[in-house]
């Protein structure tokens, strides 16, 4: 599988940026697909997850409200909708996609087999 991520940018504080993650190849209702990002001098940060087949989904506790992560199974694409953007939102957003994982472990970044290439997400104040 292989993960294209795309969308990011500049926007202004309060503002929504709306990223893309392709995926190339076959792929499986047990799936679980996400978007972690990574601010310079941190470490890398789960976002928000969805399994493929059930559309279940799971957030950072800082994006409940504001993020929305969805799939579209016709196109092989998942979708992070960020609304009310914040400073503290900048980072290099990346999309990654897992063979299978628990509800204990869709955070982690080992979880994930595969990993797309990243896309700057820089909000201003």
């Known amino acids: 599988v292989q993960l294209q991520a795309s969308g990011g940018g500049l926007v202004q504080a309060g503002g929504s940026l709306s990223l893309s993650c392709a995926a190339s190849?076959?792929?499986?209702?047990?799936?679980?697909m996400a978007w972690f990002r990574q601010a310079p001098g941190k470490e890398r940060e789960f976002v928000a997850a969805?399994?493929?087949?059930?559309?279940?989904?799971y957030y950072l506790d800082s994006a409940k409200g504001r993020f929305t992560i969805s799939r579209d199974s016709a196109k092989n694409t998942v979708y992070l909708q960020m609304n009310s953007l914040k400073p503290e939102d900048t980072a290099v957003y990346y999309c990654a996609a897992a063979l299978a994982g628990s509800t204990s472990t869709v955070r982690r970044t080992s979880t994930y087999d595969y990993w797309g290439q990243g896309t700057l997400v820089t909000v201003s104040s």
């Open positions: 190849g076959r792929t499986l209702p047990s799936y679980v």
């Open positions: 969805v399994r493929w087949g059930s559309g279940v989904t």
